[in-house]
């Protein structure tokens, strides 16, 4: 294990720190127990949403999650101020917010303001109104400031990001740079849909005005022919009308990839198409489908000007960036992914720990596996009996849904897959006939076969469970010859019935194998 006082250096393929195998878990540390349950507001020009994190720092659960569309800069274009009733709308919600931080227990409620508090001429009064109402002290922070927090919630959730990150709000849209770790140039607009709305001249002038700008941000942000990070509402909304056009079975944004030329098709879609249809078949609210033509006509001019190589959307923004903002550095080099499958493991598994054992055990099937696959077999590890209370008829399926549809970061959707099926295979031999069958069909054969395999090993190694400290057998892989040896030492024979018997042969015919099983003599 890497000494914690020094920074770790990076996997090349995972851009996540190396700490060996199985590092020390943060959750209990001091500096990431003071993470574990921090509210955020965010009042935003559209909506105002208040959203307390959970669990492991790394990798946060969303304790409480609530929007309340208030559309504060609606019309403010035209009048210079606020919409009176977004402001009513608004303070309700901070009232709100203020009283259930309060039942939950909350020492701190952060509360930032962006484009729309920043550039209303009564916006200063709408924070004094707030802090008289509720004692919240609202933080407005500028486009450059927004920008850098959104670039940092997309860097909790792949801390090896690099390319351009995207933020659009009601009344404005932030360009950040990111790479190594870190956020470079950044620049802000007045390209939210709500600011565009109220351009005259129709669509023309729109797109004009829309072009105008762009050209200007892509001046002061250089080339950015790297991947395209989409952060905020109006991109979900568009994502989630790309995946009904193109038929996507994993209904999950975070990750969501595009190409260009998705894109493309899908904005055709959306100009052609009713929008009381797409709001229904793509279950977006009224309020946000109001706004997403305007956002379309900003996406296609983003995409062309700046001819990312792919696009992908991350659920993960300015909230999650004020998370970000709080965490030590040893923690912000820690994976994601792994540290909240430790924190699910110490949560709800029978044996806590009992993950790295298996890991271990199983571990010479995967001598030449590359860095980014054994960090998903140490996932599946940690993850492979904490659904052991789910009734046994549903836990091999219950598994797969989990690992496909949880809030888990640093996961391509294909891994989110591929864990699926290793967990189900922990449970059952066969994946047919499931309610899933199309899920599977997004990663190919081979890897469908290698989760297979990591199941069974999974539910073979489960069966020789004993204390932590006492003496186990070990697998022993030679491909070449395609052979299988067990080796136990003789107390440990009597945990080789039937059951693991038949489970080790099942292993065994995954891999095209031959099985020897031996004891070690002492």
């Given at each position: 294990m890497s000494d914690l006082s020094e920074k770790p250096a990076l996997v090349p393929e995972t851009g996540v720190a190396d700490l060996g195998p199985f590092a020390k878990p943060l959750f209990e540390d001091p500096s990431a127990r003071a993470l574990r349950r921090v509210g955020v507001v965010d009042v935003g020009s559209n909506s105002v949403r208040m959203v307390v994190f959970d669990g492991a720092a790394r990798s946060p659960a969303y304790f409480y999650n609530e929007k309340i569309m208030c559309a504060l800069g609606a019309g403010m274009a035209e009048t210079g101020h606020l919409s009176p009733q977004g402001r009513?709308?608004?303070?309700?919600?901070?009232?709100?917010?203020k009283k259930l931080a309060d039942g939950m227990g909350l020492t701190e409620l952060t509360v930032v303001a962006t484009a729309a508090v920043r550039d209303?001429?009564?916006?200063?009064?709408?924070?004094?109104?707030?802090?008289?109402?509720?004692?919240?002290?609202?933080?407005?922070?500028?486009g450059e400031e927004e920008a850098r927090l959104s670039a940092q919630g997309v860097l909790l959730g792949w801390p090896g990001a690099y390319g351009l990150v995207c933020d659009i709000g009601g009344s404005s849209m932030e360009l950040a740079e990111i790479?190594?770790?870190?956020?470079?140039?950044?620049?802000?607009?007045?390209?939210?849909?709500?600011?565009?709305?109220?351009?005259?001249g129709g669509a023309r002038a729109r797109e004009a005005h829309i072009k105008e700008v762009m050209e200007k941000l892509a001046a002061k942000m250089g080339s950015q022919r790297d991947r395209l990070f989409l952060v905020g509402g109006s991109w979900r909304?568009?994502?989630?009308?790309?995946?009904?056009?193109?038929?996507?079975?994993?209904?999950?944004?975070?990750?969501?990839?595009?190409?260009?030329?998705?894109?493309?098709?899908?904005?055709?879609?959306?100009?052609?198409t009713d929008a009381d249809e797409l709001r229904s078949i793509a279950g977006v609210s009224s309020s946000r489908m109001a706004l997403v033509p305007y956002a379309a006509q900003v996406l296609g001019r983003l995409v062309k000007t700046f001819g990312p190589k792919d696009i992908a959307v991350s659920s993960?923004?300015?909230?999650?960036?004020?998370?970000?903002?709080?965490?030590?550095?040893?923690?912000?080099?820690?994976?994601?992914?792994?540290?909240?499958?430790?924190?699910?493991?110490?949560?709800?598994?029978?044996m806590p720990g009992f993950?790295?054992?298996?890991?271990?055990?199983?571990?010479?099937?995967?001598?030449?596996?590359?860095?980014?696959?054994?960090?998903?077999?140490?996932?599946?590890?940690?993850?492979?009996?904490?659904s052991w209370r789910a009734h046994p008829d549903y836990r091999a399926e219950l598994c797969f849904d989990n690992a496909t549809r949880a809030n888990l970061g640093g996961l391509k959707h294909s891994e989110r897959i591929y864990l699926g099926l290793a967990l189900l295979h922990r449970y059952s031999n066969k994946r047919e006939n499931s309610r899933f069958e199309d899920l599977y069909e997004m990663v190919d054969e081979g890897t469908r076969h290698d989760a297979e395999i990591l199941g069974k090993a999974m539910r073979f190694?489960?069966?020789?469970?004993?204390?932590?400290?006492?003496?186990?057998?070990?697998?022993?892989?030679?491909?070449?010859?395609k052979l299988l040896e067990l080796w136990l030492t003789a107390d440990m024979i009597p945990l080789y019935g039937e059951v693991a018997e038949a489970r080790l042969n099942s292993l065994a015919a995954s891999l095209g194998a031959e099985v020897a099983v031996k004891t070690v003599k002492r």
């Open positions: 009513v709308r608004a303070l309700s919600a901070m009232r709100r917010f209303a001429s009564d916006g200063r009064d709408f924070c004094a109104d707030v802090h008289r109402e509720t004692g919240l002290k609202i933080w407005v922070i500028d790479s190594g770790g870190r956020v470079g140039r950044r620049v802000t607009s007045r390209l939210g849909p709500l600011k565009l709305r109220d351009i005259k909304a568009i994502a989630r009308i790309d995946m009904v056009r193109r038929g996507y079975p994993l209904h999950v944004l975070h990750e969501y990839r595009m190409t260009r030329r998705s894109v493309a098709a899908t904005l055709a879609y959306i100009k052609e993960y923004g300015i909230r999650e960036g004020m998370l970000y903002e709080q965490m030590p550095q040893r923690l912000r080099d820690r994976d994601p992914l792994v540290e909240a499958c430790r924190f699910a493991e110490a949560k709800d598994a029978r993950g790295k054992i298996l890991y271990n055990f199983i571990q010479p099937l995967y001598k030449s596996a590359p860095a980014p696959r054994l960090r998903l077999v140490k996932a599946a590890c940690l993850l492979h009996d904490v190694g489960a069966m020789l469970w004993m204390n932590k400290g006492s003496e186990r057998g070990e697998i022993r892989w030679f491909p070449k010859k």
